[in-house]
């Protein structure tokens, strides 16, 4: 399986558009997005116009390719806006032989872990910050970092996971990061 997975959109129009076109570009089975869809983006520094009605009508359009969580600024008004599930609170995946743990981050995190066997992999979003992390049994930490409002230096981006091999891509589709599962 080959999924694109993005995190912390925050309503952002431009930058919601672009992700669609990477989606696009990277032949992704699915799209997993890891919460903070149209919300609290007037109060964030964002990478593009705020325009969350815009926002809804273009993750509507890919509807049947979604997967996501919920995120710390989702609620009941954003699962009305949009034509997928955004109400779960984490969503498990099996990849190149993993269980990936995929939550937003808020709360499950690194101080807060979820039931992970060797192996597992936890993913989540929420701290805007791009991560691949190695930690207890041959489990890992890995985080697509923001698709509109990124923070630690980091640039607009996303992660691909296909086979046992994580990609950490710029917006524009340049790889930055590659980790082995």
Avoid at 38 to 63: E, F, H, Q, T, W
Wanted: glycine letters at 12%; one cysteine or more; aromatic letters at 8%.
């Amino acid at each position: 399986m080959n999924i694109m997975i993005a995190s912390d959109i925050h309503g952002s129009s431009d930058c919601c558009r672009k992700m669609i076109e990477a989606f696009g570009r990277e032949r992704s089975d699915r799209i997993l997005l890891l919460g903070d869809i149209l919300g609290d983006g007037p109060r964030k520094k964002l990478a593009g116009k705020y325009d969350s009605d815009d926002v809804a009508d273009m993750l509507n359009g890919i509807a049947g390719s979604v997967l996501c969580v919920r995120g710390n600024c989702d609620d009941e008004f954003t699962q009305r806006e949009l034509d997928f599930p955004v109400m779960a609170e984490y969503c498990l995946l099996y990849i190149g032989g993993h269980v990936v743990f995929a939550s937003h981050g808020n709360r499950y995190n690194m101080r807060n872990l979820p039931p992970l066997n060797r192996g597992d992999i936890l993913l989540h979003g929420h701290t805007h910050t791009p991560a691949w992390e190695r930690f207890g049994r041959d489990n890992i930490y890995v985080n697509p970092g923001s698709v509109s409002s990124p923070r630690g230096g980091s640039k607009c981006g996303y992660m691909v996971m296909k086979d046992d091999v994580m990609l950490w891509k710029h917006l524009d589709g340049e790889t930055y990061h590659t980790e082995r599962m």
